[in-house]
């Protein structure tokens, strides 16, 4: 639905695709397989098929579907060339309940969650409806004689989990030959499953909308639809799409190591075939990665791609009142900076040395890794209750003296680490009045949902006030807070600061640190002096916690390698092609890797050494992510 173009690239192994193909890693990260498994406690007496296999699997759900009453898990059902596996299908007689399972939060008390006010559909459940529409329309060819009834089945946000450690008895288990599978304990006892965590809500009205062809958003003929992208696809023929700003999250893309080893992109094939570019084309700049520019597809529609060809009045340029660039005074930095082909950084040296004058030593750099589980890790927690189980901590004195201070990571698994989190974190700040940094709204964001925990907690820990006075003092209310404050010591957002007072071209357009970072090290000739000597964790050096006698600058044919792509991978059992979309992929690289390790390290089955692997290799990704902020902040020193 969102590019049918896709299915030409679908499951082609000499096409480069950067999305996380491993469905139980991505369900890691997203406790879905968890919820799942529970969903299938919630029917007892089901019968499971594990086939994958795609004939024996229907063959064993037709034999399955002949009895009179009988619920079947992962069901195959097939019609012509179309085929569904349904997550839970329950059959009474001639009816049929298909049941499809989320991982996804459902609020009972909203009147009309799946529509906008107009009565359209809401864009936010747009792709979970139209999957159960499609199981539904297939499974009433297959078995015309039935009455289907749809349901989505997803987290209860108002449920509180029942009782300790159910996260945990759903876990993954890895045989001889390195095949995953879903463990559930043998432990799971009867309180484990009530109240029901998951809740089933009717989507018939939604999906009779969708199939009548009266979405506004969808096709007017569903099954026409349907029919038209199963036969390309059984066709192997590119449905060929116009060119638009969803392209810019096309998984089928090639990174410079895709393209070394000869990996095909479906990127360039779809722009290449509808604007006859050549291999050099792609190396200049274009609309796509133009930041936060909202006319994307208006430009694009004109045939003005290439940021060579965007006027000034295209940006509509406009200062703010505030220091620092504007939005379109960015934009137009960056079309600027592209069309006079001028690799060279640009920086504000009066305004950001203004911003410096303000800064009190010595100077704290601060990141967090955090994550949001559908089942809790606790009893009384609400899913998807945010949990902060990771920090690293860099200072720099006066004296320009650089120390990697300290760090947390929460190794029990089930444990409940935020009021540990932030008593550590307490210890490490509060000797002094110095600076604090964050890189982006992350930290502000969970320290202020840990004071809202701290303030509705039903059994407080002695120290709640105290704890919840320093959370205060170091951050700014966000707009769920109950009270409002802006602390004394309010964390200075470094993310901003690169916003208003920093571009540097090889970033192309992106803010993320992983890509500010190898930009500022190669527009540094300080930091490359500096740190292409073994001096950090060294004796005289800086004082590190996790590495020794390291350097930091190593390049490749020239280029200086991203200092991230120098650090062992986290996981030790090494998927590679899994670590490498990891790696490769924005959205993960920037705390999506940590989440679904810290996840793994919960509920894998796994030995205490690779357990204790995966926490090292956390510990060194978080501890240059505040080394990166150090690094940053010496950077600008340099350049301005």
């Not at 491993?22 to 007892?44: C, I, M, N, S, T």
């Not at 039935?146 to 349901?151: E, F, G, M």
């Not at 759903?170 to 965590?197: A, C, W």
């Not at 023929?237 to 080893?261: H, V, W, Y």
Request: aromatic share 10%; net charge neutral.
């Amino acid at each position: 639905m969102g590019c049918p173009s896709k299915l030409y690239y679908t499951r082609k192994p000499e096409y480069a695709n950067q999305k996380l193909d491993d469905p139980l890693l991505l369900a890691l990260a997203e406790g879905g397989f968890q919820v799942g498994e529970l969903a299938k406690r919630y029917h007892p007496g089901g019968h499971d098929i594990t086939s994958l296999d795609y004939e024996d699997a229907e063959l064993e759900t037709n034999r399955l579907l002949k009895q009179h009453d009988v619920i079947v898990f992962e069901p195959a059902i097939r019609f012509k060339n179309l085929f569904i596996r349904v997550d839970v299908l329950i059959k009474r007689g001639t009816d049929l309940e298909l049941i499809e399972v989320k991982a996804k939060s459902y609020d009972r008390f909203d009147e009309e969650p799946f529509f906008n006010k107009n009565g359209s559909l809401a864009s936010s459940w747009r792709s979970y409806l139209y999957d159960v529409s499609f199981q539904d329309y297939v499974l009433k060819l297959a078995l015309p004689n039935y009455t289907v009834r749809p349901y989505l089945m997803m987290i209860d946000k108002y449920v509180k989990c029942p009782t300790d450690g159910l996260h945990q008895k759903f876990y993954i288990t890895r045989d001889s030959q390195n095949h995953k599978g879903v463990k559930v304990s043998s432990d799971l006892i009867t309180e484990d499953l009530e109240p029901k965590m998951l809740i089933k809500v009717s989507v018939d009205e939604c999906v009779k909308l969708i199939q009548s062809g009266k979405d506004s958003n969808g096709p007017a003929d569903f099954g026409e639809e349907v029919k038209r992208l199963a036969n390309s696809y059984q066709k192997d023929q590119k449905i060929r799409m116009p060119l638009g700003s969803r392209c810019r999250n096309c998984e089928f893309t090639t990174s410079p190591e895709d393209l070394n080893a000869g990996a095909k992109s479906g990127y360039r094939e779809c722009w290449s075939e509808t604007l006859s570019w050549k291999a050099s084309d792609f190396d200049a700049p274009n609309i796509l990665s133009l930041w936060r520019y909202r006319k994307k597809d208006a430009r694009i529609a004109e045939g003005r791609i290439k940021l060579q060809e965007i006027k000034k009045a295209d940006i509509g340029v406009k200062p703010k009142k505030t220091p620092g660039l504007s939005t379109s005074e960015r934009q137009w930095l960056q079309v600027k900076k592209a069309k006079d082909r001028d690799p060279s950084p640009w920086i504000d040296s009066k305004g950001l040395q203004s911003e410096m004058d303000t800064w009190n030593f010595p100077l704290h750099f601060i990141d967090f890794e955090t994550t949001m589980v559908a089942i809790p890790f606790n009893k009384g927690r609400y899913p998807y209750e945010g949990i902060a189980f990771q920090f690293s901590h860099h200072t720099i004195q006066e004296s320009g003296i650089i120390a990697h201070e300290g760090e947390y990571l929460c190794t029990l698994r089930g444990a409940f680490p935020n009021y540990d989190f932030v008593r550590a974190l307490k210890t490490q700040l509060e000797k002094d009045d110095g600076t604090v940094f964050r890189y982006s709204a992350h930290e502000n964001t969970f320290l202020c949902l840990i004071h809202a925990q701290l303030r509705t907690e039903s059994s407080p820990p002695q120290d709640r006030d105290e704890l919840m006075a320093f959370i205060r003092s170091i951050t700014r209310s966000g707009r769920k807070n109950k009270d409002t404050w802006v602390g004394k010591r309010c964390m200075v957002d470094m993310l901003e600061l690169v916003k208003r007072y920093y571009y540097l071209p090889e970033t192309n357009g992106s803010n993320s640190l992983k890509y500010v970072l190898p930009a500022t090290l190669n527009a540094s000739p300080a930091l490359q002096k500096k740190y292409s000597h073994p001096v950090y964790g060294a004796e005289g050096g800086i004082r590190s916690c996790n590495f020794s006698d390291w350097g930091w600058i190593q390049k490749k044919n020239g280029q200086i390698i991203d200092p991230y792509k120098l650090l062992p991978p986290v996981f030790s059992d090494a998927e590679g092609k899994t670590q490498e979309l990891i790696n490769e992929n924005p959205e993960l690289r920037d705390g999506g890797a940590a989440m679904i390790a810290y996840a793994r390290a919960q509920y894998e089955e796994m030995s205490n050494f690779e357990r204790e692997q995966i926490f090292q290799a956390l510990r060194k990704y978080c501890e240059l992510d505040t080394l990166a902020m150090v690094m940053l902040y010496e950077g600008w020193l340099d350049l301005i």
